[in-house]
């Protein structure tokens, strides 16, 4: 698959995307999971963590926000409005290590790129919006206990990513408020490239982000690099489009 984005400089904050998604309902995003998955672990251990609906596992609600990047790796042809690209990401170069002499109070611009482009891709929280509706892909795979889910936004709940219905803490989110993400990863010991808040002089890990992306649709067609990767997805279907931004 081709994911359209265009790059431009901002001069303030760090990085944010601007982000076309379509509704689906859960129904079709949980069978759309089921008919692309690659039979692997991560695919394997996630779906077995969700029900079969009508309502969602999360909040309750029938609906999902699905980036159209996203979309389109689940088997749906949706696109942008004509001449638009799947997600618009803003950098502010000024701060960021990208050649040159290194300055240890800058950011890595490679990390900025990766954690904007990981959310054209799909990843992220519809808690930024509230409790109530439509939620997210990464959203089914947020929980505080094995076997017990979380989605809320108060500063003291805790909150990681598992893909094994919450027996296995891969990474803990971000709670912080304020308005950081929710999607994003709470900032605490190793960097990682999906963090709700910068490190500077820092180089960002890409790793639970990779996982992250494998169980809400996307199959590794290569072996992933350090600063690359490769996904596949195929095409069916329309759905109406809105588009959201998301800060660093």
Known sequence: MTVAIDFQEMTSGLGESSTYYGIITYRQYLSALQSHSSGNAVDTAALASLPAG??????????????????????????PPAGQPDSTISLNTSITNYGGSY??????????VEHEMDEAL???????SGTTG???????????ASGVRSYTT?????????????????????????GSDYGDWATSGTPHVQDAYGTPGSAPVLGVELTALDAIGYN??????????WLVGLGLGAVCLLVRRRCA
């Open 54 to 79: 009508p309502n969602n596992p999360v909040n309750g609600n029938t609906m999902m926000d699905v980036t159209t990047a996203n979309l389109r790796a689940l088997g749906f042809s949706v696109n």
């Open 103 to 112: 300055n240890a109070s800058f950011y890595s611009l490679l990390a900025v």
């Open 122 to 128: 799909g990843l992220g929280s519809n808690l930024d």
């Open 134 to 144: 439509a939620i997210r892909p990464e959203d089914l795979f947020r929980y505080s």
């Open 154 to 178: 108060s500063s003291s709940a805790t909150s990681y990513f598992s893909i094994n219905g919450g027996v296995t803490n891969l990474i803990n989110f971000n709670q912080a408020g304020g």
């Open 220 to 229: 590794f067609v290569s072996t992933p690099e350090p600063a690359s990767f």
